[in-house]
């Protein structure tokens, strides 16, 4: 699971480049990063934010303010049966 992030991560780098000579909000583009790789870890992580904070190496209580901060959902889907407060699946929301 940790390459198929690793591999996610990678594949951010070949979103289209920035014309930086034109100007760039660093924040929004920031923003952008954190949601997509927080989104990313959920995905691999079946949507058990605990777990994905583990494989982003935070806090799980960290995530779950930024999940909470972006509006971060992953659908409808149902990822496991028993889970916990801090893992309870989320819906992704775009840029």
Not at 34 to 62: P, S
């Amino acid at each position: 699971m940790v390459m198929k992030l690793q591999e996610e991560l990678e594949s951010l780098s070949e979103v289209a480049t920035l014309d930086v000579e034109s100007g760039v909000n660093f924040y929004d583009e920031v923003r952008h990063f954190e949601i997509e790789l927080i989104k990313r870890a959920l995905i691999v992580m079946g949507g058990r934010q605990t777990k994905a904070a583990k494989l982003l190496q935070m806090n799980a209580t960290t995530l779950n303010a930024k999940i909470k901060c972006y509006n971060i959902r992953l659908g409808h889907e149902t990822y496991s049966n028993s889970k916990s407060r801090s893992d309870s699946n989320v819906g992704v929301v775009s840029r």
